[in-house]
Each structure stands twice: as structure tokens, then as C-alpha cells.
């Protein structure tokens, strides 16, 4: 079986960074995570736990807190690459990241 690597815990929170709006670093209700192969559009299995046994469907989406329902996992990998859309699939700000390690996090 793979190792499991924490991507978020207890749960991905995604503020309002759009230059669009009003009220910046508000919660991003409907923000949808997009995980990624590094340099690809080729989708990567992320887990709802350690064990790799439930798969999240992609995309991710936060609910009415600008959260995902609970943790991310990822299979050990050196690199992968993070899209963050709003409701509307419109980039937010400094997205895509690629390549994105979760091990920068220290996880």
C-alpha cells in the first residue's frame, strides 16, 4: 500500500483573495480545488483518510465556511500541481501552483 502524505488538516480553508471583491479573506463558499499531476491536467487521487480508502471527487468543494469537510490526503509524491477556482471556475490569484510539494508544509 502507498504512504499517505497530509495535504490539509482537519480540513483546506480557501479565503477570498480575488481583486475583484469587496470583502477580502472572507470565506470562498463553492471554492473548488482541482489536484493535479505536476505539469499535467492529469487528475491525482486525493483520500478522505490516511489509509487511502475513500477518494475525494474532484473537484474538492468548499462548503458555506470557505471549507472543505475534512482532511486531504495525497499518495507520497515529490510534486504536484494545485488549482483553486471560485464557483464560477475563474482562477483565483496565484493559481495554478506547479509544482506544489507538500512537504514545503512540513507534512
Known sequence: MAAATLFAQPFAY??????????PGVPLVGAKIYVYETGTSTPQPVY????????????IVTNASG????????????????LITDADDVNLP????????????GS
Do not use: M
Not at 48 to 59: C, E, F, K, M
Not at 67 to 82: N, R, S
Not at 94 to 105: E, Q, T
Open 67 to 82: 471549507e472543505t469537510d475534512g482532511p486531504i490526503y495525497v499518495t507520497q509524491t515529490p510534486a504536484l500541481k494545485i
Open 48 to 59: 478522505t483518510d490516511a489509509g487511502l480508502s475513500v477518494a475525494w471527487t474532484q473537484p
Open 14 to 23: 480557501v479565503p477570498d483573495n480575488r481583486l475583484t471583491t469587496d470583502t
Open 94 to 105: 496565484g493559481y495554478p501552483v506547479d509544482p506544489w510539494s507538500p512537504y514545503a508544509l
